[in-house]
């Protein structure tokens, strides 16, 4: 039985992680209350305490435009606190398994980012998560980081839900509409990482190849749409007896203190070339959430 530490167990992906890596092994899920990721000493303690083969972080300061005005938190757990998991993976043979994220990129690019692009995040967030990645090659660990873009779930803070109350409260929405994505359900982000864990950890595996394939993959939803359109199809889907006229604007019609990139487009290919494995057409996705968001 593998020994796995879990970060971040209430988020929205760490609790999808909960069900999909318990056929894994013995997992050790943690909240900020028991393992705060501001404090580097803590988390070098908890996981020299609990010597995890696999350690599975989906934990992050996510909050883009707060960390303008809290640098210090968003570098302590985006960047400092993975250097720290990295380290340690290092001098136990474990593997690191991080969640990072588009922001990493300016969004200038035309076409879909590929995982050598080079980074040139724009604000705090994506400069924090971009040097968790760096400190995580840098330690020599065992690792896979998956970036990925606009996360949604059946709980949680995101924007299926706020647009969901919104629609239920306001006769009229404006939705930004010149920054394309690719939608990416919570589920997805742990049911995937779980199956690439049962492969590198089969009975018959080679722990070469646990080396061999560390690295950074982009793992979204196929496709792409605007916020605007993505609010279109969540809207279509609930189906609700009054729905509120949509309206698209531009950014600069919705100004933020973090700036966000215009292209989150990812490509998947190393992912599915690599594992044999795909997320799916967002759409379907966001089908489905609706779908159990329905039955619950």
């Known amino acids: 039985m593998k020994k796995i530490l879990l970060t971040g167990k209430n988020g929205q992906v760490g609790w ?33 305490e609990i010597r995890p083969d696999i350690i599975v972080n989906p934990a992050a300061y996510t909050a883009v435009d707060k960390a303008e005005t809290e640098p210090e938190i968003a570098m302590a757990v985006n960047a400092s606190s993975p250097a720290v998991m990295a380290e340690e993976a290092k001098k136990l043979g474990a593997l690191l398994l991080h969640y990072s994220t588009d922001y990493i990129f300016d969004g200038s690019k035309q076409g879909a980012y590929q995982e050598d692009d080079t980074p040139n995040p724009l604000g705090v967030y994506g400069k924090s998560k971009l040097m968790g990645e760096q400190a995580i090659r840098s ?46 359900w919570s589920r997805t982000l742990a049911e995937i990482p779980a199956q690439i864990l049962a492969q590198l950890y089969a009975p018959k595996a080679d722990a070469d190849r646990r080396a061999e ?40 019609e ?43």
């Open 16 to 48: 999808e992680l909960q069900r999909t890596l318990t056929s894994l092994g013995q997992v050790i899920a943690v909240d900020s209350a028991a393992l705060d990721l501001r404090d580097a000493n803590a988390v070098r303690a908890a996981i020299r």
């Open 139 to 184: 330690s020599g660990c065992n690792h896979l980081i998956f970036r990925t873009s606009w996360v949604y779930g059946a709980r949680g803070k995101n924007f299926l839900l706020t647009m969901l109350r919104l629609a239920k409260e306001r006769d009229q929405l404006r939705v930004v509409d010149d920054q394309i994505g690719a939608p990416t």
């Open 213 to 252: 394939v560390s690295g950074a993959y982009q793992l979204t939803s196929s496709g792409s749409v605007s916020w605007c359109g993505f609010t279109a199809e969540i809207l279509r889907l609930a189906e609700l007896s009054n729905s509120p006229v949509l309206h698209p604007i531009t950014s600069a």
């Open 254 to 296: 919705y100004p933020t203190p973090a700036a966000r990139p215009q292209n989150s487009v990812m490509s998947n290919n190393k992912l599915t070339q690599t594992f044999g494995l795909a997320a799916g057409d967002w759409q379907a996705n966001l089908a489905l959430c609706m779908q159990a968001l329905k039955n619950n």
